[in-house]
């Protein structure tokens, strides 16, 4: 029964100098394994990157992470007004989004 032992979502980074060629969707970065976690990785067009840790043998996390940011992220942090964009140093401060975000893992089988 993997659980996930850390979430993250950092801000855009600046934007780099294009590439030689574009990656295609397999040469994309999806995740990393080790002996003790899999660390899985969600970009956004915009820049923002979504992070979850999880156990090692754990299938690809990365339909969760698209879920997070299509639901709660869009819906309690970037329609509000009253939450700061650029968290990095306080995090994403709003009790909906962090009670949305948890309620979605816990609710997902991978996590019972």
Do not use: C, W
Not at 58 to 76: H, K, M, N, T
């Amino acid at each position: 029964m993997p659980t996930p032992t850390s979430f993250s979502i950092l801000p855009p980074t600046p934007t780099p100098p294009p590439p030689l060629h574009t990656a295609t969707r397999d040469e994309q970065f999806v995740n990393y394994q080790t002996s003790t976690y899999k660390l899985h990785l969600f970009e956004t067009p915009s820049g923002y990157k979504f992070v979850m840790l999880s156990d090692p043998t754990a299938d690809s996390l990365r339909f969760v992470l698209r879920q997070i940011y299509a639901g709660p992220f869009l819906e309690y942090v970037v329609r509000n007004p009253l939450v700061p964009m650029d968290s990095r140093e306080r995090g994403i401060d709003n009790e909906y989004f962090r009670t949305s975000t948890d309620r979605l893992v816990r609710g997902l089988t991978v996590f019972q």
